[in-house]
């Protein structure tokens, strides 16, 4: 007698039937996934677009009442000289050996950085002095500032470019209060100068430097001026924000990607050691100093109306109307003619000039005459995002998420790795024994059970994994796309005329996501629908249906472990594929 007894095949489901089943499991799926693309959407105020400020005149220049009529030192007035030094500094800002100024007992993290010094030829007296400080990336004093440096020195300034202060850190963590340290022992090695007046020793800042400068002035505000180069002037958080915010746009971007810029800039940086993005960089104190600001009206990276009404609003507080501002047309962030990626690309026309004859004048103590604001009108596309703020608990999940499906995406390459070298070992045993079949006369063996996907399983599988797959690489070429577009607007080129995926790649995700979720569906309806003829789906289960399943004898899915394990493994991480969209926000519609 059989161990059980034989039971009737199950009817195939009804074409009603599965779409009743299949429909209800889609809406679940699918209305998850909307929720959690809602739920990580950041609050975002942009406005107001389209803000501008006019100038007082389109003239750049800058001039002083001199009392005696004596010409001022310009541009090429005096041949210059050059020569080196080297400061070891600390991260805590000490010197280490440093000719007297400041020591350090414990010489840990100390970087050794070289000074550019540069000096006017056959001039009597002491001078005025500049230290220049760096933007983004890793200047050294050979390869930074040389022609604004130099041109400075010709008009009777001493000035230093140093290597960037960075010691271990970097673009992501830079140590800013240990920078403006850094530059302060450059000034007081100027100040100790015999050639220099050490009451008459400002700064150059550009860009990141202009975050920096806020701490320096703080630690020493006997800072002579400032030259403040396309400055940030807000928060990391915020100015960033701006920045890529406005240049998704301008790039071609589809509108959808402004989602990744407000989940990305509202992460707390701080879970993972990062404390910058939200430095308090904004206060009167900053500009305590008579101050030279410089814009280029191609500048894609500055919130350049809101910036100067800080500016102005911060140095009012601090009682300094000694505030020049200069708007340059065609020029980019770091003041230049054209991409700033190409060697020998010349600054704005008249702004080296105009700034010399302001630091000239400036340091002489002599009465400005010329308009404060000047040259091309300025001009923000968008609103400064000031909503943007850390959002712990949308940041841990945003990190358990990424780092989740990346687990599962190595560990189901190396399970698919696993089945397709057992494939292939099984294949290559049956095609062995079938040749010493042939040779001995004898009937050939079966074709071996691999895998033993059942219902098709096996392609449903295959094909969506492909299919989510794929739709992740056009996320990412999209997502590349747009940060190539981003860093040619940030370095002065023009924008594309033709977006390309940047552009389609956003509703093509969408659409292709909502289809993948009906396909799971249909897979999981197949499921049960194949569970449910094996009477799973019942209580109790069909006697002997359980023991069937784990010995591959009557299977749902495969007939064997391996095939099922790769299943189950792969359908859960394509489904985790689909909540790092939903992260992301694909799916608000």
């Given at each position: 007698?059989?161990?059980?007894?034989?039971?009737?095949?199950?009817?195939?489901?009804?074409?009603?039937?599965r779409?009743?089943?299949?429909?209800?499991?889609?809406?679940?799926?699918?209305?998850?996934?909307?929720?959690?693309?809602?739920?990580?959407?950041?609050?975002?105020?942009?406005?107001?677009?389209?803000?501008?400020?006019?100038?007082?005149?389109?003239?750049?220049?800058?001039t002083?009442?001199?009392?005696?009529?004596?010409?001022?030192?310009?541009?090429?007035?005096?041949?210059?000289?050059?020569?080196?030094?080297?400061?070891?500094?600390?991260?805590?800002?000490?010197?280490?050996?440093?000719?007297?100024l400041?020591?350090?007992?414990?010489?840990?993290?100390?970087?050794?950085?070289?000074?550019?010094?540069r000096?006017?030829?056959?001039?009597?007296?002491?001078?005025?002095?500049?230290?220049?400080?760096?933007?983004?990336?890793?200047?050294?004093?050979?390869?930074?500032?040389?022609?604004?440096?130099?041109d400075?020195?010709?008009?009777?300034?001493?000035?230093?470019?140093?290597?960037?202060?960075?010691w271990?850190?970097?673009?992501?963590?830079?140590?800013?209060?240990a920078?403006?340290?850094?530059?302060?022992?450059?000034?007081?090695?100027l100040?100790?100068?015999?050639?220099?007046?050490?009451?008459?020793?400002?700064?150059?800042?550009?860009?990141?430097?202009?975050?920096?400068?806020?701490?320096?002035?703080?630690?020493?505000?006997?800072?002579?001026?400032?030259?403040?180069?396309?400055?940030?002037?807000?928060?990391?958080?915020?100015?960033?924000?701006?920045?890529?915010?406005?240049?998704?746009?301008?790039?071609?971007?589809?509108?959808?990607?402004?989602?990744?810029?407000?989940?990305?800039?509202?992460?707390?940086?701080?879970?993972?050691?990062?404390?910058?993005?939200?430095l308090?960089?904004?206060?009167?104190?900053?500009?305590?100093?008579?101050?030279?600001?410089?814009?280029?009206?191609?500048?894609?990276?500055?919130?350049?109306?809101?910036?100067?009404?800080?500016?102005?609003?911060?140095?009012?507080?601090?009682?300094?109307?000694?505030?020049?501002?200069?708007s340059?047309?065609?020029?980019?962030?770091?003041?230049?003619?054209?991409?700033?990626s190409?060697?020998?690309?010349?600054?704005?026309?008249?702004?080296?000039?105009?700034?010399?004859?302001?630091?000239?004048?400036?340091?002489?103590g002599l009465?400005?005459?010329?308009?404060?604001?000047?040259?091309?009108?300025?001009?923000?596309?968008?609103?400064?995002?000031?909503a943007?703020?850390?959002?712990?608990?949308?940041?841990?999940?945003?990190?358990?998420?990424?780092?989740?499906?990346?687990?599962?995406?190595?560990?189901?390459?190396?399970?698919?790795?696993?089945?397709l070298?057992?494939?292939?070992?099984?294949?290559?045993?049956?095609?062995?024994e079938?040749?010493?079949?042939?040779?001995?006369?004898?009937?050939?063996?079966p074709?071996?059970?691999?895998?033993?996907?059942?219902?098709?399983?096996?392609?449903?599988?295959?094909?969506?994994?492909?299919?989510?797959?794929?739709?992740?690489?056009?996320?990412?070429?999209?997502?590349?796309?747009?940060?190539?577009?981003?860093?040619?607007?940030a370095?002065?080129g023009?924008?594309?005329?033709?977006?390309?995926?940047?552009y389609?790649?956003?509703?093509?995700?969408?659409?292709?996501?909502?289809?993948?979720?009906?396909?799971?569906?249909?897979?999981?309806?197949r499921?049960?629908?194949?569970?449910?003829?094996?009477?799973?789906?019942?209580?109790?289960?069909?006697?002997?249906?359980?023991?069937?399943?784990?010995?591959?004898?009557e299977?749902?899915?495969?007939?064997?472990?391996?095939?099922?394990?790769?299943?189950?493994?792969?359908?859960?991480?394509?489904?985790?594929?689909?909540?790092?969209?939903?992260?992301?926000?694909?799916?608000?519609?």
């Amino acid at each position: 007698m059989p161990s059980h007894e034989p039971h009737e095949q199950a009817q195939p489901w009804t074409r009603g039937r599965r779409l009743m089943v299949s429909l209800p499991i889609f809406i679940i799926l699918f209305g998850l996934l909307v929720v959690i693309s809602n739920l990580t959407t950041v609050p975002w105020n942009i406005e107001l677009t389209g803000q501008s400020m006019a100038t007082l005149t389109d003239d750049t220049s800058v001039t002083f009442d001199s009392g005696d009529g004596a010409e001022l030192p310009g541009k090429g007035t005096y041949e210059v000289s050059e020569r080196y030094v080297t400061l070891s500094v600390a991260r805590d800002g000490s010197l280490v050996d440093g000719g007297g100024l400041r020591h350090k007992a414990d010489a840990n993290g100390v970087q050794a950085i070289k000074v550019l010094i540069r000096e006017p030829k056959g001039v009597s007296g002491k001078l005025p002095a500049v230290v220049f400080m760096h933007g983004a990336g890793y200047g050294t004093c050979d390869n930074s500032f040389g022609d604004v440096a130099g041109d400075m020195a010709s008009a009777g300034f001493v000035t230093a470019v140093l290597d960037k202060p960075v010691w271990d850190t970097t673009d992501v963590n830079r140590d800013y209060p240990a920078s403006a340290k850094a530059y302060d022992n450059v000034i007081d090695y100027l100040r100790g100068l015999d050639t220099v007046d050490a009451a008459k020793v400002g700064i150059y800042a550009t860009s990141e430097s202009t975050w920096i400068s806020s701490y320096l002035l703080g630690d020493d505000p006997d800072i002579a001026f400032q030259i403040l180069l396309s400055p940030m002037v807000f928060s990391p958080r915020q100015a960033l924000g701006f920045f890529v915010t406005q240049d998704f746009t301008l790039a071609g971007a589809n509108d959808g990607y402004q989602s990744i810029v407000q989940r990305l800039f509202s992460a707390d940086a701080s879970l993972v050691g990062l404390h910058n993005f939200d430095l308090e960089t904004l206060n009167p104190g900053a500009y305590a100093v008579p101050t030279y600001v410089a814009y280029g009206s191609k500048d894609v990276m500055t919130a350049q109306v809101e910036g100067v009404r800080a500016i102005l609003y911060e140095a009012h507080l601090a009682g300094n109307w000694d505030v020049t501002i200069r708007s340059y047309p065609v020029a980019n962030h770091v003041l230049r003619l054209g991409d700033e990626s190409e060697a020998g690309t010349p600054f704005a026309d008249a702004y080296v000039t105009d700034l010399i004859d302001w630091a000239v004048g400036t340091s002489a103590g002599l009465r400005q005459t010329s308009e404060r604001v000047g040259g091309t009108d300025l001009y923000q596309s968008i609103g400064l995002p000031r909503a943007l703020e850390a959002r712990r608990a949308g940041t841990i999940y945003g990190l358990v998420i990424h780092a989740t499906m990346l687990l599962l995406l190595v560990a189901s390459a190396i399970c698919a790795l696993v089945t397709l070298i057992r494939v292939l070992r099984v294949r290559a045993r049956w095609r062995r024994e079938r040749r010493r079949a042939r040779r001995e006369g004898m009937l050939p063996p079966p074709r071996p059970v691999a895998l033993g996907f059942t219902h098709g399983f096996g392609n449903a599988l295959l094909t969506l994994t492909l299919t989510t797959l794929g739709t992740l690489l056009i996320f990412f070429a999209g997502l590349g796309q747009v940060v190539m577009g981003v860093v040619r607007l940030a370095w002065g080129g023009a924008p594309t005329e033709t977006p390309g995926v940047m552009y389609w790649s956003w509703p093509v995700i969408q659409v292709v996501s909502a289809l993948v979720v009906w396909a799971w569906s249909r897979v999981f309806m197949r499921l049960i629908e194949v569970a449910s003829g094996r009477g799973l789906i019942q209580w109790p289960p069909r006697k002997g249906a359980v023991r069937g399943i784990v010995t591959g004898a009557e299977p749902v899915l495969a007939s064997t472990r391996l095939a099922r394990v790769l299943f189950w493994l792969v359908t859960f991480t394509m489904l985790y594929v689909l909540l790092f969209f939903a992260f992301w926000g694909l799916f608000i519609y």
